[in-house]
């Protein structure tokens, strides 16, 4: 399902999956549509999909190398204005007939760029000015019809322009905060040179999916399942905005959310929302699924097969339903698709193969949030009238707390557990306002982005009163990350780590110690399982 405002496409060409996707977030800050397109598309292919622009990414690759990837030639003579970035511009360098040289020296890190003559893409940007190089490779002639525009010290061919075809490239990554007038940049480009206009809203946007859902679904009934996390949350809010009562949501409610969130589901959805809502309660029967299991692979196979068992059952007892809506959101896509195309990041091939459809039922799936970035998704929540608390939550692993009792899974320990993380929950969003409120930043230095608690499978002596304990252990995880791929433990203060620990231990029943983990990611996981 398109997503595009307006018709206006800015299509990022992507040689290496990381460098294609942060271009497509800036230029949809800039509210510009743009997706990310397979390096190896055809000009044909994309002369069809009728992009403004084109953005050629950066890559891993040197040009030369034996499976360099190549850009069809015949995209320069679509008429296109195109920018190429790093790799871009050196494909785009040697596709039009100039060339490319090893260096001695690479540049890696911040560097001192000099402008030379006018360029309207660097237009109000200093003669002299920081941006973020990472190369070896440098274009060492330019293409005929080009004019050198912004060298450094060590890259002679730092951007370059055929003003007249609207060709410009850069060997800097314009993309990178680091770079300090990259914004502007892109700005240039956008708005200056491709006349483009910044139509990319939310409200447009929701607008714009209200109609395609609509249309899409006619008078059929639609089923979504709701796990209580983000992207099935404003899955729901969406369709339900545009097709109201033929919308059910089915709420599996496993029994290992952490405490007050499957009360917070059904009281947005059933009560706010006013929603055909079915809360499954299936909290005994995924108790009794994994009791007595302590492998943390079968534990989450066993609940997030059960998951969709549970759901199908409830489905089936719907009549008419033709429809099911899913939370896929971009980066689901785009992973998948750089699996299958061997580490170039591709588009669309989607998730349908992974729903464990049972023999004898389909569903046609609806999925409006495939081509948003997981922000885009946020703020789409919250234009819908999600509460913050819903749409900001942290990661949530989907098994849930069967994950963070280590070891056997009873209800006498997920009580245990969820009054503990209610408690880590309560101290440490307290310390977040706390320093927010002194820095002005959500993400200040030492905020925590993650926390929560874990039982390990241990039990000590302790002593209470006269009486000598032997009780559970509570483990503290509470991390600074801003994309999970790594991580540190947060260095908490000593009192809220201590005031942690004291509640902790004179509120929940069975507990008789906390300790914090103080082990980053890597090499240890945030998770326990
Ligand atoms: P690890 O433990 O691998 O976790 O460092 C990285 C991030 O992913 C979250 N996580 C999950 N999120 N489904 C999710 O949606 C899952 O099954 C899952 N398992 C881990 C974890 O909380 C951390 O933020």
């Known amino acids: 399902m398109a997503t595009r405002s307006s018709g206006q496409l800015v299509a990022v060409l992507d040689f290496g999956a990381q460098y294609g996707q942060l271009i497509a977030r800036r230029v949809r800050d800039l509210h510009v549509y ?37 850009v069809d030639p015949a995209i320069f003579e679509l008429g296109l204005p195109i920018l190429g970035f790093c790799y871009g511009h050196q494909t785009m360098a040697v596709a039009l007939g100039g060339e490319v040289a090893h260096a001695e020296k690479g540049e890696y890190g911040p560097a001192s760029l000099v402008r030379s003559g006018s360029s309207e893409l660097l237009m109000s940007t200093p003669g002299e000015q920081t941006v973020w190089m990472s190369h070896r490779d440098s274009v060492c002639r330019v293409p005929k019809g080009f004019s050198v525009t912004a060298r450094t010290e060590t890259c002679p061919v730092a951007a370059m322009e055929c003003a007249e075809r609207r060709l410009y490239a850069t060997q800097f990554h314009p993309e990178v905060r680091h770079t300090d007038y990259g914004r ?41 399942g709701l796990s209580g996390g983000v992207d099935s949350s404003v899955v729901a809010a969406l369709v339900h905005r545009a097709v109201g009562d033929q919308l059910t949501c089915v709420f599996v409610n496993h029994g290992f959310l952490r405490q007050g969130e499957p009360e917070l589901v059904e009281e947005v959805f059933r009560d ?78 989607s998730h349908h193969n992974l729903i464990p459809f049972p023999p004898g039922v389909h569903f046609d799936l609806i999925e409006p949030l495939d081509h948003f970035f997981k922000d885009e998704v946020r703020e789409l929540g919250m234009a819908l009238g999600l509460p913050e608390s819903m749409v900001y939550r942290q990661p949530f692993p989907g098994p849930g707390l069967a994950i963070r009792i280590i070891g056997e899974v009873t209800s006498e320990k997920l009580e245990i557990l969820k ?83 004291s509640r902790i231990v004179a509120e929940v029943a069975g507990v008789n110690r906390v300790a914090y983990d103080v082990t980053p990611k890597p090499p240890a996981t945030i998770e326990w399982e």
């Open 184 to 224: 502007r940049m892109l700005e240039n480009f956008l708005f200056g040179i491709c006349r483009l206009e910044p139509n990319w809203t939310m409200d447009n946007l929701i607008d714009e999916k209200v109609d395609q859902i609509r249309a899409q679904v006619g008078n059929d009934r639609v089923i979504l």
């Open 419 to 501: 009054a503990a993380d209610a408690i880590v929950r309560e101290e440490l969003d307290a310390y977040n306002t706390r320093l927010f409120e002194q820095t002005g930043e959500h993400n200040s230095e030492h905020s925590c982005w993650q926390y929560f608690a874990v039982l390990p499978d241990i039990r000590s002596v302790g002593v209470m009163g006269d009486e000598r304990t032997y009780g559970h252990t509570v483990i503290v995880r509470a991390v600074e990350s801003s994309d999970a791929m790594t991580a540190d433990w947060a260095k908490l203060p000593y009192e809220v780590l201590g005031s942690i620990s």
């Open 272 to 349: 706010q929302f006013d929603m055909s809502f079915v809360h499954v309660h299936a909290e005994e029967r995924f108790l009794r699924l994994i009791a007595g299991v302590t492998d943390p692979e079968k534990k989450r196979k066993l609940i997030g097969t059960e998951f969709w068992k549970v759901f199908f059952e409830e489905a089936q007892r719907l009549d008419g339903v033709r429809f099911m809506a899913q939370g896929t959101i971009y980066p689901d896509i785009i992973e998948s698709g750089a699996r299958k195309t061997g580490g170039k990041a591709s588009t669309i091939k």
């Open 34 to 70: 743009s997706e990310l397109v397979p390096c190896d598309v055809s000009a044909a292919e994309l002369a069809q999909m009728k992009p403004s622009a084109l953005i050629l990414s950066g890559g891993p690759a040197s040009v030369y190398a034996e499976d360099a990837p190549h």
